[in-house]
């Protein structure tokens, strides 16, 4: 059986690569040898004039590795010997398939198409498509005719192919002279191996007769074919091996923008100026002509030569040598041709078969006619299908073609092991299992349909696959004098088909070339089918479709491994006297068996398989058959499918629904587990993600029990699939359980999945009974003392914390085990609140020792938790939140400190130095300059920490007497506070209250600051200072304002709003007390300078005078203000008198402040 070729180091570094132009028109071209059979080139012996090639060497025949195995390279690649032999190189190179390479073919098919628009010969090829990869192969559809008339097989084509495309069809029998030709070319070759295996002439009086019959002797050994008998044929054709690849050389050649794999047999000898050398042997009488030409050039071109020596006999007496370079070819006598459209050429076959053969799994056929100007290309496949004769056959069925298919199942199966690394191949893969599928009988070849359907059900991964890009690539040719056995056509009348001068309207055609000096023209055919809806792989962002997918074809593969097994009841009894008869292996077994071949090692690297049972199963399987190992992996992948159906189902919140495929995903397990001996550790991981799977959905049931019955009805809902698959699975198992102990300790990430998920349970658990504990608090109504049950609901939170975070540090889980100390944190929050004294009045008392202990406790988790995630980049959500809830414990530490002193056990200094120290520390973790959603949150907090503080050195600097330098620190610090408060809090631009009340306090502030001044000046100087502080108010009134417009409230309504906040509607009644202040301390300030300014002795100037009038103005319309109007009206009277105040230049600023 055929198995990839394994390239030795040797010859992998004997790969060459090189560009090579070709005179001035500069045409690329680059060729690496990928794998080479032959030895490195040796130089070739130079025959002496008057040499007779019609003698034989004693050599001759025998094999060479020079030549190669058998002398195949003499006569070179045969289609015949070798049939679909692209098939043969993509299965050996399939990383080039696909996207890396346009055309897989033998080179003498390349050459051919290259030469179309020169020649009048016939061209027959079958294409296929494997993804943007065109596979070219030699279709002789006249011989297929001829061996086929006795069945009556391929009647349909053949009418068609007499009707519509060569109404007089002849096979013409290949001429003495062209037998003369081979044998003499032959004789040369062995005659110029150099070395030990050097020639001599065997004198030989051969006459014509003679000649004749030593052609057909070495022909018997030839594997080539040289007579055309019909028992010859059926031998050739007759694959000794799954795919052929008998090239002596296979290369990627890259001609200008056409990447090609071509599989070559030119003998290359060494010699000369260059290490490589290509040897010819022409008629001295005869001239090169165009073809020719072409020929020696594209060969040399495929084979990096950079060098030709020919060989002149005339009548096989050797005359001379001559050497040409590659480069001058093109500029022969008479055979003069231009590179230029040689590319044009192959650009515009490689763009017509690209656009037209857009099917995978089709086979095309390229046709023209000998001594016609028409190119014609056919799909046979839907052909067929459109044949209406009874007797008709599927091209599929037959043995040649069909063979074709099982090549088709090894190139998707060797696709579907690289696929995993590029999935650039899936929709290749799909389309090949696809047709593979249809056009085999299940019964007849259950193996393939059954991996073929686990193939298709591999393509469904959980990942979505990347689309394939359209693009464009193909290119193709044909042989002169070359060293294979196609005829010789330097003339038109050697031709083997009838000219067909009328071409005739088919409509049958897939597209048509109308003249073949179309394809000179540059660009003529450009590809259009960029993307092909064949090959389309059918991605669903439904994660419930794309498992439906693979439990479809999971079904069909179970059901082809169960219709294979037989139970010994079904099986006769064997006679032993009887001999058992043995079937003729045709190529369908052939085939079969290279695919079995391939299947085991897509199984082995797909999952682990087990073995070691010794007994048939409950069905009747063999352990270690193809259908015990298909089984497994069927029941694994259903498995998985119904794993990730629960967990797509889970997140959704359908647990019914998850519980059900959880549950039918366990039953495939145990299925699983019942056929198998034993279980890997990929396998055991699986389980317990299964496991852990249906932990998570119990628990979430329990949660949300309120929906039972809408539960249960998803879980009894079942599909005819799943039915069907249960039913496949009872034939093997009871489906009942099996009890797995395993060993977690034994697999490092299989113990890192369950921490993990244990991990994520305890802190389900710890936060229950915390939630349990803060309702306990928020349900008693008097609060004396902590109860028992609540300190029983600490514990137990605080226990499964603990557990949850050791799980999480054993498996270096830092972002989990932050989240585990920031919960623990707010334990400890929720215990310090719990602690809180009460008065028997109900009223709050001093802050309580227990309180300060919890409260610092959830501050060293919160560090403990920042300490954890080291640094913001490494989970930002997660640091966010644990730096807001830390800034946020630091700030109600010390506002209940400040807010419910404990004076009765600490000194006013310690504790405003404790509540400096934690507002401080509060204030570090406000995250200012990070935008998010917590911005405001930190802005509002930050402004309110600069008030608190403000306010706390007001008072100490009210209080203090004695110590000067104390009395100014906390004037500068009260100062700094007051205005970092005021610009955060106009910054806000929805706190109006806050930014009142503080304004308010600073102008008090500036008040009693002037009270202590003795002189004139000062006074004035402090109370314009307090002056302009207050008509700062004016954006806090215009805000007001704004929102009393909005919601058209006044006075009388009597309607308050109790929210207080940043972003919560106004509080009526905090307005109705501030302007209580403003009125007063307004009216204050403007009679103090009134009485100021007019009582002062020196001479006021003009600017004093206006402002002294502005004053009495805006004083006198302050006291004839109505106390008793709205609300409205008030602020708006307000606004209006601040803004006269209000310097000009400054008017329209104010209140802007950011």
């Known amino acids: 059986l055929y198995a990839i070729k394994t390239l030795s180091p040797a010859v992998i570094h004997s790969a060459q690569s090189s560009s090579a132009c070709s005179g001035s028109t500069e045409i690329k071209s680059r060729a690496v040898v990928k794998y080479s059979a032959a030895p490195p080139p040796t130089s070739y012996a130079l025959l002496q004039e008057k040499t007779d090639l019609k003698l034989p060497p004693a050599n001759w025949l025998r094999e060479n590795p020079q030549l190669g195995s058998a002398g195949t390279t003499i006569l070179g690649s045969s289609s015949k010997s070798k049939p679909f032999s692209s098939f043969g190189m993509a299965y050996d190179f399939i990383d080039c398939i696909g996207d ?166 030119m003998p290359i000898f060494g010699g000369g100026r260059y290490p490589a050398v290509s040897l010819r042997l022409r008629d001295n009488n005869k001239p090169i002509n165009i073809l020719t030409g072409i020929d020696y050039w594209l060969d040399n071109l495929m084979c990096n030569v950079p060098e030709l020596v020919m060989c002149f006999h005339v009548n096989g007496i050797v005359q001379k040598y001559e050497m040409i370079k590659t480069e001058d070819i093109p500029h022969l006598e008479n055979s003069t041709f231009s590179t230029r459209v040689v590319k044009d050429i192959a650009q515009n076959i490689l763009s017509f078969l690209k656009s037209n053969c857009t099917k995978e799994g089709h086979t095309y056929w390229l046709f023209k006619a000998s001594g ?227 299947l085991s090692l897509l199984l082995e690297r797909a999952g682990p398989l087990q073995a070691d049972q010794k007994h048939p199963t409950r069905s009747g399987m063999i352990p270690g058959s193809w259908q015990h190992h298909m089984k497994l992996q069927l029941f694994l992948k259903a498995s998985k499918a119904y794993y990730v159906l629960s967990d797509a189902a889970t997140n959704l919140l359908k647990y019914g629904r998850a519980l059900r495929y959880i549950k039918l995903s366990l039953q495939c397990y145990d299925a699983y587990c019942s056929v198998s001996g034993t279980l890997h550790p990929q396998v055991l991981h699986f389980h317990s993600q299964c496991l852990s799977l249906c932990g998570d959905i119990q628990l979430m049931l329990a949660q949300n029990a309120s929906n039972r019955a809408a539960y249960l009805e998803e879980y009894s809902y079942q599909t005819k699939e799943d039915q069907e698959i249960l039913h496949s699975l009872h034939r093997e198992s009871s489906c009942q359980g099996q009890s797995l102990k395993t060993d977690t300790h034994t697999n490092p990430k299989y113990q890192l999945f369950v921490l993990k998920r244990l991990g994520n349970i305890r802190n389900e658990m710890g936060v229950y009974y915390m939630n349990q504990s803060a309702a306990m608090q928020t349900e008693e109504e008097v609060k004396k003392s902590v109860s028992v049950a609540e300190q029983e609901m600490w514990k137990k939170s605080f226990a499964f914390f603990e557990k949850g975070m050791k799980d999480f540090e054993a498996i270096g ?164 506070h007051y205005s970092k408060a005021v610009c955060l809090f106009l910054s806000l631009k929805d706190a109006p209250c806050e930014l009142l009340r503080t304004l308010l306090e600073r102008v008090a502030f500036a008040e009693f600051t002037m009270a202590g001044q003795n002189s004139s000046a000062a006074k004035l100087k402090s109370l314009t200072g307090a002056l302009e502080i207050m008509t700062e108010t004016r954006y806090a009134f215009q805000l007001i304002h704004k929102e009393l417009q909005e919601e058209q409230i006044e006075v009388g309504d009597g309607m308050c709003s109790s929210d207080v906040g940043p972003t919560s509607g106004l509080n009526l009644q905090e307005v109705m007390k501030l302007i209580g202040v403003f009125e007063p301390s307004f009216s204050f300030l403007l009679l103090q300078l009134i009485k100021l300014m007019t009582t002062m002795k020196r001479k006021p100037s003009n600017k004093d005078e206006e402002l002294l009038i502005t004053y009495k103005n805006v004083y006198s319309k302050l006291l004839r203000a109505e106390k008793n109007a709205p609300l409205l009206s008030r602020v708006g009277l307000y606004i209006e008198l601040l803004q006269q105040l209000t310097p000009q230049t400054e008017s329209d600023n104010t209140g802007t402040q950011s």
């Open 372 to 598: 016609s100007d028409i190119v014609k290309l056919y799909d046979l496949t839907t052909l067929c299908e459109e044949a209406e004769e009874e007797k008709c056959q599927n091209p599929f069925t037959l043995p040649r073609v069909k063979f074709c298919q099982f090549q088709l199942y090894l190139v998707a199966s060797n696709l579907m092991l690289k696929a995993r690394q590029n999935r650039k191949h899936y929709g290749t893969i799909r389309t090949l299992l696809l047709n593979c599928v249809k056009l085999l009988d299940q019964e007849r070849h259950p193996q393939i349909i059954a991996s073929a359907h686990y193939m298709l059900s591999e393509l469904f991964q959980l990942d979505e696959p990347p689309e394939e890009d359209g693009g464009e690539s193909l290119r193709a040719g044909g042989s002169e004098d070359s060293y294979s056995d196609e005829d010789r056509e330097d003339s038109d009348e050697s031709s083997s088909y009838s000219n067909c001068s009328s071409p005739q309207d088919d409509s049958k055609a897939v597209a048509v070339i109308r003249s073949v000096g179309e394809l000179s023209v540059p660009e003529k055919y450009k590809s259009t089918h960029q993307i092909r809806p064949s090959c389309a792989f059918p991605v669903s962002q439904d994660k419930e479709e794309r498992c439906r997918h693979v439990l479809s074809y999971v079904l069909k593969g179970l059901k082809a491994v169960d219709g294979s097994i037989k139970k010994e009841s079904d099986l006769p009894a064997a006679d032993p006297n009887t001999p058992i008869p043995l079937k003729y292996e045709d190529r369908n077994a052939i085939g079969a068996c290279t695919a079995e071949k391939g």
């Open 100 to 265: 890396d390479v346009d055309v897989v073919s033998d080179s003498e098919n390349i050459k051919k198409l290259l030469k179309i628009p020169y020649s009048k010969s016939h061209v027959s090829m079958a294409v296929h498509r494997v993804g943007r990869t065109l596979l070219l192969d030699e279709l002789d559809i006249q011989e297929l005719f001829m061996r086929s008339s006795q069945t009556g097989d391929w009647t349909w084509l053949k009418e068609f192919y007499q009707r519509l495309i060569d109404q007089k069809w002849q096979r013409k029998k290949k001429s003495k002279e062209h037998w003369y030709q081979k044998a003499i070319l032959s004789k040369f070759l062995y005659y110029s191996i150099n070395g030990d295996g050097a020639a001599e002439p065997v004198p030989d009086n051969l006459n014509e007769g003679e000649e004749e019959n030593g052609a057909e002797e070495y022909s018997s050994s030839w594997p080539t074919t040289f007579t055309s008998t019909q028992s010859d044929a059926e031998e050739s054709d007759a694959p000794k091996e799954g795919l052929r690849n008998d090239f002596v050389r296979n290369i990627m050649w890259t001609f200008e923008d056409i990447h090609m794999l071509v599989g070559s047999n």
């Open 813 to 976: 889980d830092s972002t989990n085990t932050a989240l585990l100390l920031c919960n623990t944190g707010r334990l400890m929050r929720i215990c310090a609140q719990a602690h809180c004294a009460m008065s028997a009045d109900q009223t709050r008392g001093e802050f309580s020792p227990e309180e300060a202990l919890y409260y610092n406790k959830a501050i060293d988790y919160y560090l403990r938790a920042m300490k954890s995630l080291a640094s913001r980049e490494n989970h930002a959500a997660v640091w966010d939140s644990v730096n807001w809830e830390l800034s946020t414990t630091y700030f109600t530490l010390a506002t209940l400190l400040q807010d419910y002193a404990p004076l009765s056990r600490k000194a006013q200094e310690q504790i405003e130095r404790e509540v400096t120290e934690a507002m401080l520390k509060s204030l570090k973790y406000c995250d200012l300059q990070t935008e998010s959603a917590r911005q405001p949150l930190y802005q509002y907090r930050a402004a309110t920490i600069h008030h608190r503080l403000a306010s706390m050195y007001h008072s100490c600097f009210r209080n203090q007497v004695g110590d000067e330098h104390l009395r100014k620190q906390h004037r500068s610090l009260a100062e700094l």
